[in-house]
């Protein structure tokens, strides 16, 4: 398992593997999502937050899931498109991704290590939000069904 998130690598949604030291120095908002969930509008409380924070050093990261329901089938264009014409999403999508299980990604088992243990749960659904600050430590695990916009409080503070 990796020491620090920015040690992990992830991929774009246009499969380019890029390294989550990308985002050194960000808070981050690193949510699973799906096209095709009763959570999905969500995206809109997601691009809300991007919109509001990215210039002052908050980045939202959207990874696909299919784990929950088979609610995210679609293939990466299919996820794009959808996610661009209904949400107006411009914060990065990445490529779809396991977040529980044996096939968990690297960067979903090193977020559900952290906080000695208090982030160990399986991820129960859709739109599971971890809020991590700008030095890369884990702050916050939200449930899928809280509102990306109540969060604004926590990465206001984080932001400083």
């Not at 040690?7 to 499969?15: A, K, N, P, Q, W």
């Not at 559900?112 to 991590?132: D, H, M, S, T």
């Not at 430590?137 to 604004?152: D, H, I, M, Y």
């Amino acid at each position: 398992m990796a020491n620090s998130i920015y040690d992990i690598g992830v991929e774009t949604l246009d499969g380019q593997p890029i390294g989550m030291d990308r985002y050194r120095g960000k808070v981050l908002l690193i949510v699973n999502t799906a096209s095709e969930c009763g959570l999905t509008p969500q995206y809109a409380g997601l691009q809300q937050l991007h919109e509001r924070y990215a210039e002052r050093g908050l980045a939202v990261l959207g990874f696909p899931c299919n784990q929950f329901g088979a609610q995210e089938p679609g293939s990466a264009e299919q996820i794009r498109e959808f996610c661009q014409k209904n949400y107006g999403v411009s914060f990065p999508m990445h490529a779809k991704i396991e977040v529980n299980g044996d096939a968990a990604h690297p960067l979903y088992q090193h977020l559900k290590a952290q906080g000695n243990g208090a982030f160990a749960e399986p991820i129960e659904w859709n739109f599971a939000k971890f809020l991590v600050d700008a030095q890369g430590n884990v702050v916050g695990r939200f449930p899928a069904k809280q509102e990306p916009e109540t969060l604004s409080a926590d990465i206001e503070r984080l932001l400083g």
